[in-house]
């Protein structure tokens, strides 16, 4: 544990000293750039790790199939929930983070990488209702209870046009919300889901996989698969797949991070800027603080 804090301070350190210093920064808006950095990548390594950890550990217990939708519907034929974690408690209740979704925040990056995927967006829509963006009464209803109030979805497919990927992100009243729909889904997926974003570059077919994944009071619903509908085969690899397309879910960490803060970091001066100076100066009044949170829509 010691190495790796070392490892992380000195890094921190180095980025700082030989770029945002040289750039002009002050220290104020120093320690925005690299905690709100620190802060976004120490919750999406947690993150990433228990999705990983919990997608080799899924093989012991059969997930449910299906098929088409019977009123006609295109559905994934397995789905995994996951809970909301405790890195999401900052943003448990929407009153905390009033600020709607914008298309920008989730969908602004034109690809999402992971690994060896590289996944490009040909398509996003943000539903301000709820109803519009799903098919299946019971999940029309479901979400009426929960709170939703916004359905965002971003399509992408590989650059050999091999996969496709579709993100929604769901707007919700609270994390027992969330964790609530994550939950029911894996009964109600098979009667009702998200709608895929038409598009000429990419679409499901056949044999495809999702995911629910609460954060706080967002849930986010990952949905991939091969697009001529063929079950996964030795070299697909579906797991990084997934991890590509929820790159979309570094503004959800960011949102964590405009909510509880940044932590205090040690960075170095601007050069002509005063070295000795307080950690923490305190405030003429409450309209002359610096605001440590980026805005939520920044990329």
């Known amino acids: 544990m010691t190495k790796r804090k070392r490892r992380s301070t000195a890094s921190s350190e180095r980025w700082t000293s030989d770029t945002l210093a040289e750039l002009g920064m002050s220290v104020t808006k120093q320690r925005i750039v690299i905690g709100v950095g620190s802060a976004v990548a120490l919750i999406a390594s947690a993150l990433v790790l228990t999705f990983v950890v919990n997608m080799i550990g899924a093989g012991d217990v059969p997930p449910a199939r299906a098929g088409a939708g019977s009123l006609g519907g295109i559905r994934p034929a397995e789905y995994q929930a996951w809970r909301s974690l405790k890195q999401f408690a900052p943003i448990a209740y929407r009153k905390a983070d009033a600020q709607p979704l914008t298309p920008k925040e989730l969908f602004g990056a034109r690809t999402v990488t992971a690994g060896k995927i590289t996944l490009r967006r040909v398509g996003f829509h943000l539903d301000p209702g709820c109803r519009e963006a799903v098919w299946g009464a019971d999940l029309v209803e479901e979400l009426s209870k929960a709170g939703c109030t916004q359905i965002a979805r971003g399509l992408y497919t590989s650059a050999d046009g091999a996969y496709v990927a579709q993100y929604a992100m769901l707007n919700l009243a609270d994390v027992t919300a969330a964790d609530g729909l994550v939950e029911q889904l894996k009964a109600l997926h098979l009667g009702g889901w998200v709608l895929p974003i038409e598009s000429a570059k990419a679409k499901f077919t056949g044999y495809t996989e999702s995911s629910g994944q609460a954060m706080g ?83």
């Open 217 to 299: 009071h967002y849930v986010g619903l990952v949905w991939i698969g091969r697009t001529d509908g063929a079950e996964p085969g030795p070299g697909d690899d579906f797991v990084t797949l997934g991890l590509a397309v929820r790159e979309v879910e570094r503004a959800i960490y960011k949102r964590v991070v405009a909510v509880a803060g940044v932590p205090t970091i040690t960075v170095k001066p601007a050069p002509g800027e005063e070295t000795a100076q307080p950690a923490e100066p305190a405030p003429a009044d409450a309209s002359s603080s610096p605001s440590a949170s980026p805005s939520p829509a920044s990329q």
